[in-house]
């Protein structure tokens, strides 16, 4: 079964600030597929990022930043640099292929709250 | 650009009343499912459908019904409306697969009294 855990439930920065968001995951499956969504005060839910199983390069997007390692099962999120607008809830998530097909997987989500 | 629309975005039922959750895509996606958002338990998976014709269970399928009749619409259906059934419910689609970047609909609010 898989099984996605974001011990963080809240982190509290001020502006300027980078943040890291921890995401552990398990599944018996060696092709699967990992994610990160943000939910702001607005409730939508926003795709961010996308990783399989077979690509361990860390990602970059302007200030975010994704580090994938399958040696420690951790899929973590930093925000560079944190701004009022980063202020959400993060989720990240994992869909495997074979034994959960189907079913994506989130964790709890950690809020993350940036004071100016 | 409508995505991934939901209805209604509140609604108040009383216990054993029943209701059903609009959702509809225009996207032509395949993939559709639906969520239920509960505070510190993240999305959980109730139901999803591969296709028109197509559905199957997720974590939390008891007391809710879904068919899909049409690639574009993909209804939930609370049998007899529950307290526990309280939360917020969030459609989502993707082309294809669950292992493709979700489209979310903005959700619905259900209390049950």
């Known amino acids: 079964a898989q099984k996605v855990t974001q011990a963080q439930t809240e982190i509290s920065v001020v502006e300027k600030e980078d943040v890291t968001l921890d995401c552990v995951y398990e599944t018996r499956d060696t092709t699967y597929y990992l994610f990160w969504y943000k939910q702001p005060p607005s409730g939508e839910l926003v795709f961010l990022i996308r990783r399989n199983s077979f690509d361990e390069q860390n990602e970059i997007s302007g200030r975010y930043s994704w580090n994938f390692q399958k040696s420690t099962s951790s899929f973590n999120f930093t925000i560079t640099a944190s701004q009022v607008v980063d202020s959400a809830v993060y989720f990240c998530a994992l869909s495997d292929i074979t034994d959960s097909w189907g079913k994506l997987q989130f964790g709890a989500g950690t809020q993350v709250v940036v004071t100016p | 650009n409508a995505g991934v629309t939901q209805t209604p975005k509140f609604q108040v039922l009383k216990t054993g009343q029943s209701m059903t959750l609009q959702c509809a895509q225009d996207?032509?996606?395949?993939?559709m499912s639906w969520y239920r958002q509960d505070p510190g338990m993240g999305l959980r998976l109730i139901h999803y459908s591969v296709g028109a014709g197509i559905t199957d269970q997720g974590e939390v399928p008891n007391g809710y019904n879904v068919s899909r009749s049409t690639t574009e619409d993909f209804p939930l259906r609370l049998l007899s409306a529950a307290p526990s059934q309280t939360s917020v419910y969030f459609c989502a689609s993707s082309l294809q697969t669950p292992f493709e970047k979700l489209f979310f609909g903005s959700g619905t609010q259900l209390s049950v009294l």
């Open positions: 996207m032509n996606h395949e993939y």
